[in-house]
């Protein structure tokens, strides 16, 4: 097992920096957070944990680096910390969390002699702790010993991915954990404008939604059913009529046409349509 580095020091004070800083806690590891604005450092300081307002403090007491900062801010922090990079005592490990850039955005604080890597968590991250959660690692050696250390210690798996590949990887867990949401946004909404309450138009609505996440574990895109798998382009019709074409909805019609001629396409490539009804369902689509 890696060997547990003893002080951890976390950039950035948002949802992320305060789930890290949980659960290094929890784990009884030397935690400290340092944020730019006193009301972000409350929630710290009420958590127990040291909230340092001086970042060249931050460095000198600090083994393991956490920027937990937006993509846009990653560079420029890093930028900035190189500036105060102390001559001792200085951090040996660096990790950004940000899923979609690689290693090289903290290239200067390599040439400081500190081994960078990427530690990004592959969850929707909320409030607390979450129990599993996989976490792509990508970097230099050291960087990612560390970031299989600190998963450990939260008791996360890790996985290594190609720093090239990172925003085609990052846009896959953005298309299943991110677009996901206005889609059952707008089947929430028409459920309601059916006379659904709201409560019961949302069990509804996740029930669905959870139940064919399920069946898609177990079987893949052989899972999918509803009209356009069948070449059904009568009730397709009903439902572009239902939504409407208003400003309001027009995203979400245009959403449902490109969506209706995805399924069309996967029922044909597993031969549970023919091209004439796969015509069929893209004219109607169109």
């Given at each position: 097992?890696?060997?547990?580095?003893?002080?951890?020091?976390?950039?950035?004070?948002?949802?992320?920096a305060?789930?890290l800083?949980?659960?290094?806690?929890?784990?009884?590891?030397?935690?400290r957070?340092w944020?730019?604005?006193?009301?972000?450092?409350?929630?710290?300081?009420?958590?127990?944990?040291?909230?340092?307002?001086?970042?060249?403090?931050?460095?000198?007491?600090?083994?393991?680096?956490?920027?937990?900062v937006?993509?846009?801010?990653?560079?420029?922090?890093?930028?900035?910390?190189?500036?105060?990079?102390?001559?001792?005592?200085?951090?040996?490990?660096?990790?950004?969390?940000?899923?979609?850039?690689?290693?090289?955005?903290?290239?200067?604080l390599?040439?400081?002699?500190?081994?960078?890597?990427?530690?990004?968590?592959?969850?929707?991250?909320?409030?607390?702790?979450?129990?599993m959660?996989e976490?792509?690692?990508?970097?230099d050696?050291?960087?990612?010993?560390?970031?299989?250390?600190?998963?450990?210690?939260?008791?996360?798996?890790?996985?290594?991915?190609?720093?090239?590949?990172?925003?085609?990887?990052?846009?896959?867990?953005?298309?299943?954990?991110?677009?996901?949401?206005?889609?059952?946004?707008?089947?929430?909404?028409l459920?309601?404008?059916?006379?659904?309450?709201?409560?019961a138009?949302?069990?509804?609505?996740?029930?669905?939604?959870?139940?064919?996440?399920?069946?898609?574990?177990q079987?893949?895109?052989?899972?999918?059913?509803?009209?356009?798998?069948?070449?059904?382009?009568?009730?397709?019709?009903?439902?572009?009529?239902?939504?409407?074409?208003?400003e309001?909805?027009?995203?979400l019609?245009?959403?449902?046409?490109?969506?209706?001629?995805?399924?069309?396409?996967?029922?044909?490539?597993?031969?549970?349509?023919?091209?004439?009804?796969?015509?069929?369902?893209?004219?109607?689509?169109?």
């Open positions: 097992m890696p060997t547990l580095p003893h002080r951890y020091g976390i950039i950035g004070a948002g949802r992320a305060g789930i800083a949980k659960g290094l806690r929890s784990a009884r590891a030397d935690v957070v944020a730019r604005r006193s009301e972000c450092g409350a929630r710290f300081t009420e958590m127990g944990i040291p909230v340092v307002r001086d970042e060249s403090a931050l460095l000198q007491a600090t083994d393991v680096l956490l920027l937990a937006s993509d846009g801010a990653i560079g420029r922090v890093a930028d900035r910390l190189a500036d105060l990079w102390p001559e001792e005592n200085q951090p040996t490990i660096a990790l950004h969390l940000a899923g979609a850039l690689s290693c090289h955005h903290l290239s200067v390599r040439e400081r002699g500190c081994s960078v890597g990427v530690f990004h968590p592959v969850a929707a991250l909320q409030d607390a702790v979450p129990e959660v976490v792509s690692l990508s970097g050696p050291a960087a990612r010993a560390a970031g299989v250390a600190l998963a450990q210690l939260f008791g996360w798996r890790t996985f290594e991915i190609d720093d090239e590949r990172r925003p085609a990887f990052h846009c896959a867990l953005s298309l299943a954990a991110n677009d996901i949401v206005p889609l059952l946004k707008h089947a929430e909404t459920a309601v404008n059916s006379g659904l309450d709201a409560g138009a949302r069990t509804i609505v996740t029930d669905l939604a959870r139940g064919i996440i399920d069946a898609y574990a079987y893949g895109d052989g899972c999918l059913t509803g009209p356009a798998s069948r070449g059904d382009a009568d009730t397709l019709m009903e439902h572009f009529r239902a939504v409407g074409d208003d309001e909805r027009e995203g019609l245009a959403t449902h046409r490109l969506l209706s001629i995805a399924c069309a396409r996967i029922a044909h490539a597993r031969g549970r349509l023919d091209e004439k009804l796969l015509d069929l369902i893209i004219r109607t689509c169109r």
